[in-house]
């Protein structure tokens, strides 16, 4: 069960920790250095701890059932996800040569950076550390997905080519969600100081990504973000109406209460921080991308708990 006014108090706090990152980079404490070293620390280090901690901190140990249809429900998703984004741009006839981006956004949301704290915010630390569990296999399938046919897809509609390698699969957050797999499937166990120092490490990934968060809204020019009416479409696409077509879908499909509710946070999710890194690395749009980024950030914070003070189980 969802406990809506502790959630409601966990957002509130993640805002005050992006404000504070915010007010950090306006102040010169971060810059664009600072933020690049913080997003790899956070990406590299923390986030994969985050993983294998829940796994570690798991009081009762999830069927393994439950963890192969999580598994393959993240398959799933992110093979039709793909395809009803695609449609959708084209019905609100986005410009052609940013649709490729724009269906990028739509397919993969902020499951790292949001979805984590989000989660554990909103199950407490009993059914939490399962549900980050089941996160992390989502993940698996999340990062998997954008470094291959994500790399294509997002070039879609622009003289770019577009390619992937196996060297950005195998990421530490990859490496590390598998780890949490074998862990989970051999039921291995590790000293206390190692366990501490991971669930220490893994605490940090909250407070770090949402000041890396506001510190990146920091550095975009506000004015340029409202101007575009073709991101507030796109916002209210992203925010509303994709969690009302995944609602019903997971209803229907997903049978587990927790699984079902944590895919329902996932899609409640703004746009990830992948569009950008993206575009930075292939010359793409960065404007649209930061623009959208912000704005579907800014406005989840009041979608996610509206959403699932109406739907959640």
């Known amino acids: ?53 829940s796994v570690l901190s798991m009081a009762q140990r999830p069927k393994g059932s439950t963890v192969l249809f999580v598994f393959i429900a993240s398959i799933v998703l992110y093979a039709v996800l793909p395809i009803i984004s695609f449609i959708i741009i084209k019905l609100i006839k986005m410009p052609f040569n940013t649709q490729g981006i724009y269906t990028f956004m739509l397919t993969f949301s902020n499951v790292g ?65 598998l780890l949490s797999i074998v862990i989970y499937a051999l039921d291995i166990s590790f000293p206390i100081p190692i366990t501490n120092a991971i669930s220490i490490l893994g605490n940090l990934t909250s407070p770090l990504a949402m000041m890396l968060i506001g510190s990146t809204l920091a550095s975009m020019k506000i004015g340029e973000i409202f101007k575009d009416k073709r991101v507030y479409l796109f916002t209210f696409v992203k925010l ?11 209803q229907l499909f997903i049978k587990d209460t927790l699984v079902r509710n944590v895919f329902f946070i996932e899609s409640l999710m703004p ?37 699932l003070y109406l739907f959640a189980v």
């Open 240 to 250: 509303i109406i994709i969690p009302l077509i995944c609602y019903p879908l997971f």
């Open 113 to 177: 950076f949001m979805g984590f704290p989000v989660i554990q915010a909103a199950f407490g630390s009993e059914q939490g550390t399962t549900a980050v569990f089941y996160a992390a296999i989502l993940n698996i399938i999340f990062t998997c997905c954008t470094f291959t046919y994500g790399v294509v897809l997002i070039g879609y509609g622009t003289a770019k080519k577009m390619a992937f390698t196996l060297k950005n699969i195998l990421s530490p957050g990859i490496i590390c969600s």
């Open 1 to 53: 069960m969802i406990n809506i006014s502790v959630l409601f108090n966990q957002l509130i706090m993640l805002f005050l920790i992006i404000c504070t990152g915010y007010l950090a980079y306006k102040l010169q404490y971060f810059d664009e250095l600072t933020n690049k070293k913080l997003n790899k620390l956070v990406v590299n280090i923390t986030l994969p701890m985050t993983t294998i901690d």
């Open 271 to 307: 746009v990830a921080n992948t569009a950008l890194i993206f575009a930075t690395e292939y010359d793409l749009d960065k404007k649209l991308t930061s623009r959208t980024i912000f704005l579907t950030t800014l406005l989840s914070l009041f979608t996610i708990p509206a959403f």
